[in-house]
């Protein structure tokens, strides 16, 4: 964990406690209700002459005030994901939210579903057919994010085109209603991209960096501002100052 306070990385593996999850990678990471949360995500394979690695759609809780990790999957009810990775994965009040990424044997599957898994009831929910409007098509490696009753989708890699995107979309949680909002948002002013840093604070989007396509992989180190009460990107690379 890093404290910003003392400008300090500390090692918790000491710390602590419980069944931790599989080692993995590509997984979701959120936190809500005080804890921190795992979805999904890839190992490799046991056998090393198989050529696929193994997905997972389990979730797993660490509480910070214990540091003891919880397998959530054990008591969670319903109908979970299918297993994925590089998805996107968000908390909404007491719920946690996963939206499309990529699965599959092969990982050749791109989904663009939604499904919410309500810690209070620890049941997993489908909302995909609750859900009304257009949803963005199926991508991975994308921008996921909760503000102010909403759930945005930006960018990331769209699977049946096999191009990076810059659209942006909307999920109205009250009326669960998808809304495109790239025609309504003044034009984003940088190249469509995926695998970026992406994180809310103060009701805005910041988004770092990124790249703009498989190979070569041509990459970005600029900053970006999204305010969604203004429907406004601003370029921050000319504001900020320091070492890139």
């Given at each position: ?35 921190l949360f795992l979805f999904g ?148 002013p940088f190249e469509p991209r ?51």
């Open positions: 964990v890093y404290r910003p306070e003392t400008m300090a990385w500390e090692d918790l593996a000491g710390l602590i406690s419980g069944p931790p999850p599989m080692e993995r990678s590509q997984m979701g990471w959120t936190s809500a209700d005080g804890r995500g890839r190992t490799p394979p046991q056998d090393p002459s198989s050529p696929f690695d193994i997905l997972h759609n389990d979730v797993h809780a660490l509480d910070p005030s214990t540091w003891q990790w919880q397998d959530l999957s054990l008591s969670a009810t319903g109908t979970s994901p299918r297993a994925r990775v590089r998805m996107g994965f968000a908390s909404a009040g007491d719920k946690l939210y996963v939206f499309g990424g990529v699965g599959g044997s092969a990982q050749d599957e791109f989904y663009n579903d939604l499904h919410a898994l309500d810690l209070s009831s620890m049941a997993w929910q489908d909302l995909s057919a609750a859900s009304s409007g257009t949803r963005p098509r199926g991508r991975f490696e994308f921008g996921f994010a909760f503000v102010s009753n909403k759930l945005y989708v930006f960018g990331g890699f769209a699977g049946d085109i096999q191009r990076p995107m810059n659209d942006l979309h909307a999920l109205d949680l009250s009326t669960m209603v998808w809304e495109s909002l790239s025609l309504s948002v003044s034009a984003a995926a695998r970026f840093g992406f994180t809310v604070e103060g009701g805005r989007f910041y988004m770092f960096g990124g790249e703009k396509d498989f190979w070569p992989q041509d990459r970005f180190n600029d900053t970006y501002v999204f305010d969604p009460s203004t429907m406004l990107w601003q370029d921050l690379s000319l504001l900020t100052t320091g070492a890139e």
